[in-house]
T-cell receptor, first 120, second 110 residues
Framework: GAVVSQHPSRVICKSGTSVKIECRSL??????MFWYRQFPKQSLMLMAT?????????EQGVEKDKFLINHASLTLSTLTVTSAHPEDSSFYIC????????????????FGPGTRLTVL | SQQGEEDPQALSIQEGENATMNCSYK?????LQWYRQNSGRGLVHLIL?????REKHSGRLRVTLDTSKKSSSLLITASRAADTASYFC??????????FGTGTRLKVLA
C-alpha cells in the first residue's frame, strides 16, 4: 500500500527558532499533500493544502507567513514553522492524496505518522 | 466550524463487549471514512463507506451511514485491549479535503 513518511518524528526547539518538517510519499507521486495540526486529545484540523509546483492554499485562520509550505517535488512537501513559540507546540500530520481512477475510484489520503513539535 | 461531532467523547468497556461510536456531520458528502489513532501516533484507515451505501463490514467492524440524518456509526464487536485508541470519522464533501470529527477515545479493559 501507499506509504507516507515524516521526518523528524519528534523535535524540541527553543522559542524563536524555525523548524522544518518533511513529508514524503515513498512509493507513489503526490501532486497534492495536506498538513494537519492536532492538539492533545483533540481532532485533526486541516491547516493547508500543498500543491506541487504552486502555492499552498491555507485554511482560514492559518498564518501563511508563520507556516511556510513548499512542495518542490512530486514526493516531498515541507512545513516550516517560523519563529516558533510555545503555543505552536502540537502534533503535525501530513497526508498525500492519490486521485481516484476515472472509473469512479475514490480520492484517498494516506497519512504520515506525525511529528511532535515541542517549543520551549 | 464545519467539524463533525462524535459521541461519546470517551468510552470505557470490558474486553469482549461491543463498542459503538457515532459521528454526525454538517454537509452533504461523497463518502465517510473511519480512522483509528493510537496515542501519539499516526492514523490508521479502517473503513470507507460511500454516500450511496448504508452499511459496510470489515472483520469485527460494522459501519452504518444515514445520509438523511447526516450520521454514521462504527461498531466494534468482541472488543480487545488492543482496540484501545481514539477513533475519528472523516467526511469528504467532494473537494478532496477531509473534515474530521471530534473523536471518541475508547478504552478496552482486560
Amino acid at each position: 500500500g501507499a506509504v507516507v513518511s515524516q521526518h523528524p518524528s519528534r523535535v524540541i526547539c527553543k522559542s524563536g527558532t524555525s523548524v522544518k518538517i518533511e513529508c514524503r510519499s515513498l512509493d507513489f507521486q503526490a501532486t497534492t499533500m495536506f498538513w494537519y495540526r492536532q492538539f492533545p486529545k483533540q481532532s485533526l484540523m486541516l491547516m493547508a493544502t500543498s500543491n506541487e509546483g504552486s502555492k499552498a492554499t491555507y485554511e482560514q485562520g492559518v498564518e501563511k507567513d508563520k507556516f511556510l509550505i513548499n512542495h518542490a517535488s512530486l514526493t516531498l512537501s515541507t512545513l516550516t514553522v517560523t519563529s516558533a513559540h510555545p503555543e505552536d507546540s502540537s502534533f503535525y500530520i501530513c497526508s498525500a492524496l492519490i486521485w481516484g481512477t476515472s472509473g469512479g475510484g475514490t480520492d484517498t489520503q494516506y497519512f504520515g505518522p506525525g511529528t511532535r513539535l515541542t517549543v520551549l | 466550524s464545519q467539524q463533525g461531532e462524535e459521541d461519546p467523547q470517551a468510552l470505557s468497556i470490558q474486553e469482549g463487549e461491543n463498542a459503538t461510536m457515532n459521528c454526525s456531520y454538517k454537509t452533504s458528502i461523497n463518502n465517510l471514512q473511519w480512522y483509528r489513532q493510537n496515542s501519539g501516533r499516526g492514523l490508521v484507515h479502517l473503513i470507507l463507506i460511500r454516500s450511496n451505501e448504508r452499511e459496510k463490514h470489515s472483520g469485527r467492524l460494522r459501519v452504518t451511514l444515514d445520509t438523511s440524518k447526516k450520521s454514521s456509526s462504527l461498531l466494534i464487536t468482541a472488543s480487545r485491549a488492543a482496540d484501545t485508541a481514539s477513533y475519528f470519522c472523516a467526511t469528504d464533501a467532494g473537494t478532496y479535503k477531509y473534515i474530521f470529527g471530534t473523536g471518541t477515545r475508547l478504552k478496552v479493559l482486560a
